[in-house]
């Protein structure tokens, strides 16, 4: 994370003269970042969360994942298994891999309905 805020700080700095309006980018400009490197910005505009993968059981298709607060299921983070909505996702990805994703509740039962990589 900290790396990531250095790279963040280090566009800003360098976006501002280009842009020329540099106290109405800036807080755009973090946010932009922000989203891009993950996890610490919770808005209303992302709803993903970052996990990264703990185990895959493709006969289930269930995956278990250390994820991030979850704000649309008032989750915080924790270790747990998540069903997804295709089984095919499965195949894609591996243990240890970064993913944001989306999780949602269908008929009780916690559902990753997207996501994509994370780096
Ligand atoms: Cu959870």
Do not use: C
């Amino acid at each position: 994370m900290k790396k990531a805020l250095a790279t963040a700080t280090i566009a800003i700095i360098f976006a501002t003269p280009i842009t020329g309006f540099a106290a109405d980018s800036m807080p755009g400009m973090k946010h932009d970042m922000g989203d891009m490197s993950g996890m610490k910005h919770e808005t209303a505009t992302s709803p993903m969360s970052e996990g990264v993968i703990k185990k895959i059981d493709k006969t289930a298709g269930k995956l278990t994942l250390t994820h991030g607060p979850l704000q649309n299921l008032g989750m915080p983070g924790m270790t747990m298994v998540f069903k997804v909505k295709d089984a095919a996702w499965l195949e894609k990805l591996k243990t240890g891999d970064k993913i944001r994703f989306v999780a949602e509740d269908l008929n009780g039962t916690l559902t990753v309905t997207s996501y994509e990589p994370a780096k």
